[in-house]
């Protein structure tokens, strides 16, 4: 029974979560255009990452401490927040941007290239963004290193560290509120 909890469920997971990512629209931007290649969303990307290294390692952890439920530090439900949180606030943008006219100038166009999309402000690699993914990649790495070393506990992060995370979303969707700044030009009917 631990192997299914180990390795078989996780993998399941895993599975899932790359399939969604590679052959579904769940990380794409919402666009008004009828393009079929919409370019890569920053905050879906970045629930999607935790959602990813947290939900395998609960199983895990499960399956080492014997069945039972893994104590669950508050940071791991605060990353989940910030991510979740991230996404809410990036979707009511994106609805203000779509109701008030602005012309959506990353989001209606064509995806280039995963990183490049999710970089993109619209008008170039942003360094909001970039210092986003930087933080949540290493934390990434951080909690999955610390979590191989004793797979009995749930990985938790400091209320500094969270910071660090929460800080670079605020930017992140501070200076998205700005990106479309223009309303398209109206035309003639």
């Not at 393009?35 to 952890?61: A, D, E, G, V």
């Not at 893994?70 to 994106?94: E, F, H, K, N, Y």
Request: one cysteine or more.
């Amino acid at each position: 029974m631990p192997i299914v909890f180990y390795y078989i469920i996780p993998a399941i997971m895993v599975i899932t979560i790359l399939y969604c990512c590679f052959f579904t629209d769940i990380l794409k931007d919402i666009s008004t255009s009828k393009n079929p290649n919409k370019p890569y969303s920053y905050s879906r990307t970045q629930l999607m990452w935790w959602t990813f290294l947290i939900l395998p390692t609960i199983s895990i952890c499960y399956a080492a401490n014997g069945f039972n439920f893994p104590v669950i530090d508050p940071s791991l439900l605060s990353l989940l927040g910030i991510g979740v949180g991230t996404r809410i606030m990036a979707s009511i943008i994106d609805g203000s941007d779509i109701q008030n006219g602005k012309d959506r100038v990353k989001a209606d166009r064509n995806s280039i290239n995963f990183i490049t999309d999710i970089l993109d402000d619209g008008h170039g690699i942003s360094i909001h963004r970039l210092q986003g993914l930087l933080f949540n990649v290493l934390f990434g790495i951080i909690y999955l290193n610390t979590f191989s070393l004793c797979l009995k506990t749930l990985p938790s992060f400091s209320a500094q560290e969270l910071a660090l995370i929460g800080i670079s979303s605020g930017s992140y969707l501070a200076l998205k509120a700005n990106e479309n700044s223009k309303p398209m030009p109206k035309q003639d009917s």
